[in-house]
C-alpha cells in the first residue's frame, strides 16, 4: 500500500475552482488525477464537477476537458476512445468523472451501452446520493428516510445500487472508494488504469451543503459512512470480489459502528423517527448479511 | 463509372470514400441500409474505421461530438424519431463548432407510425448551427456527401452538416449515379485537419460554464460562419464541377430566365417538378423551378422572384409551410402549397395542378384544402 508521502506531487486541480469548501469532489479528482497523470481526457456531464472547473475561459483543470450534456458522458467518452484508436493514440485515457444524478438515472443507458460495447475507459461516478448542483433533489442514489427539496418529509424509497448493475455487464474492473481512504482511491485508479476495457469506480462524496453538515467534516462523513456499514469499500477483478480497508475489516467480522453515529451528523436526516432509523438499519444489515453470504464466511459485523 | 443502386447504398458508397475515422450509427427505418452497409464495410476490411454500434441515436450524435472533439472525421446517419432524439446533440455539436457529417434519410413523425416521406424532421432541426443539404435524385446525395465534408471542415465554416433525401423515394430506390475514383476523391477532400481538438500536450477546457458576455459572441460567431459557408458552398460546388462535371451552388435554376412563375421547393418533388416545367412550357406557360439545395444557410437574397409557388413536404402548424414562410416576404405574389405530407404522391400532374390552381389565386394544403 503506497503512503500518502509518496503520492505524486504534481498536481493537475489548479489553485482558483469554484467548489464549495469541503466539498469531496475536487479532493476525489486530485487524488485520481494524481495516479491517472497527464495522458488522461476528462468527459464531464451537466454536474457540480461542470461548474467547479471555473467559469471560461479560464479552467481549473489541467487536463483536456470535454464537457457535454447530462445524459451523454459515457456515449462521447465512446467517440473519444474510438478516435483516439483510430488516431493511434491509445496511450491517452479517456476518464468520465459524473455525479449520481448523471450515472444512475439520466446516463445509465449511455453508461450500460459504452459497458457493454467494451469501451476503453474509465468511468467514475462520485456520488454524492443527490442533485446537488441544481440545489439538493432525490436522486436514483439518495438514501432512504433523507431530506432533499423534492422529498421535503424524506425519501420513501431505498436507494438503487449502481455498482451491482454495473457488476452485471461483466466488465473488468468494478472498484467503490471514497475521500477518507485517500491511498485506497489512488491504488484503485492506479490499478484502473493498467487495465484495458470499461473501468468503474464509484466514490462516496459527502456534500456538506446537500447533507446538511459543516464544511470541515467532509473527511470524518467519509469515514464513518464506511466504519457504520453505510458505504463499503470493495474491487472487483474480473469477477473476483475482494473487500479493501476497513470494509475487509468489517466482513472479517469487526463490530460496525451505529448508523445512528453516521446519521446524526446530517441534517437531513434530523427528522427521522427511531422506526426510520431502524429501517435503515435494517437495510445495511440486510446488505452485509447478503456480503457475509457470498463473500464472507463468518456471522461478523452485526 | 456509373453504379446504379439505392440512395441509401450510394450514400453508404461516399461515407465510405470520404474515409471518416469514426462511425456511430443505430438503425432506423428506412435509414438503415446505411449503416449495414457501412458496418459491411467495416468487417470487411474494405474501410479503415471504428465503428461504434451505439445503443441510441442520442449516443451517436454524443459519440460522433466526442469523436470530433479528439479530431477525428465523422460520420452518422438517421432519419425521424432518430434525428429528434438527438436534437440537444445537434445543438451542442453545432455551438462545439465541430464539422460532423451525417445523413438524414426524410420521414414522417409520430403519432401514428409512418415511414414514409416528410421533410419536417430536418426542418424541425433549423436553429441547430447544422447545414443542411437537400438532394432530389440518388447523385445529388453522393456529390452532396462528398462535399459536406469539404464544407464543414473549411476553416472559415467549421459547423456541421446535415444531407437530406426523402425516404423510399431515394432512399430505396435504385438510380444510375456516377462514381469517381476513390484517388480523384481523395484528391478534392484531403485527410482533416482540425482547427480545433483535445490534445494531451495542450491541456484546454471545452464547453464549460460561459458567462453572457463570451456567450453572446459564441452565438454570434456560429451565425457568422453560416453566412461564410454561402461563399464556401458555392467555391466547392464550382470546385466539384470543375473536377467531376458536375456544378453546384446554393440553388439549382431550371428554366428560370423568362419566367413569370417560378416554383420553388426541394428534394424529390424539384425532380418531379421538372417534368412539370418541361410539360408546361409546351403548353406555353413562362415557368420556371428553383431546388434549393441548403436550407441552412438560407439562400434568401437568390430568391428574388417577382412571382412564386413554393410547395413544401412539411408543415408547421399555426403557420404553413416551412420554407413558403422563410421567403414570402421576397416577391410580389408568393403561394404556399403543402403536399406530400407522410409520403402522399407528389407527381409532375399535381405539381402542374398546384400552378393552375396559384395562377387562380388559390394556395394551401393540397389536396385537402385545394385540388
Partial sequence: MVAIKDLPLDEKILKGHAACPGCPITIALRIALKALGEK??????????????????????NVPTLNIAFEASAAAASGVSSALKALEKEDVLPVVWAGDGGSYDIGLQALSGALERGTDFIYVCYNNQMYSNTGIQRSGATPYGAWT?????????????LAEIVMAHHIPYVATATIAYP????????????????????????????????????????RLA???????????????????????????GKKRKPIKDWLKMQGRFRHLTEEDIEEIKKEIDAKWDYYMKIYGGNEGGK | MIVIDTGNHIAALAAKMAKPHVIAAYPITPQTTIVERLAQYVENGEMDAEFIRVESEHSAMAACIGAASVGARTFTATSSHGLLLMHEMLHWAGLARLPIVMVNVNRALGPGWNIWSDLNDSLSQRDTGWIQFYASSVQEAYDNIIQAYKIAENEEVM?????????FILSHTSMPAEIPEQHEVDEFLPEYKPAWKMDVEKPAT???????????????????AMERAKKIIQEVGEEFGRKFGRKYGLIHEYRCDDADYVMVTMSSIAAEGRVAVDRLRERGEKVGLVNLRTFR???????????????DRDISPGLGGVVYNEIRGNGSEVYGFMAGLGGMDVSYKD??????????????LYPLEVK
Fill in chain 1, 40 to 61: 488522461t481526457m476528462l468527459v464531464i456531464p451537466a454536474s457540480c464537477s461542470a461548474v467547479v472547473q471555473a467559469l471560461y475561459p479560464k479552467t481549473a483543470f
Fill in chain 1, 149 to 161: 427539496t423534492t422529498t421535503w418529509k424524506g425519501k420513501e424509497e431505498h436507494q438503487k445500487e
Fill in chain 1, 183 to 222: 491511498t485506497d482511491l489512488y491504488e484503485k485508479m492506479k490499478k484502473a488504469k493498467e487495465m484495458k476495457g470499461p473501468r468503474y469506480i464509484e466514490i462516496l462524496a459527502p456534500c456538506p451543503p446537500g447533507w446538511r453538515f459543516d464544511m470541515s467534516k467532509t473527511v470524518e462523513m467519509s
Fill in chain 1, 226 to 252: 464506511v466504519e457504520t456499514g453505510a458505504w463499503v469499500l470493495y474491487e472487483m477483478v474480473d469477477g473476483k470480489m475482494e473487500f479493501t480497508g476497513y470494509s475487509k475489516r468489517l466482513l472479517a
Fill in chain 2, 159 to 167: 459547423l456541421p452538416a446535415m444531407i437530406c433525401y426523402d425516404g
Fill in chain 2, 206 to 224: 471545452h464547453g464549460n460554464i460561459v458567462p453572457p458576455e463570451y456567450y453572446i459572441q459564441i452565438r454570434y460567431d456560429m451565425h457568422l
Fill in chain 2, 297 to 311: 444557410p438560407f439562400p434568401r437574397e437568390m430568391l428574388k422572384y417577382d412571382k412564386m409557388i413554393v410547395i
Fill in chain 2, 351 to 364: 405539381i402542374e395542378r398546384m400552378y393552375e390552381l396559384a395562377k387562380q389565386g388559390k394556395e394551401g
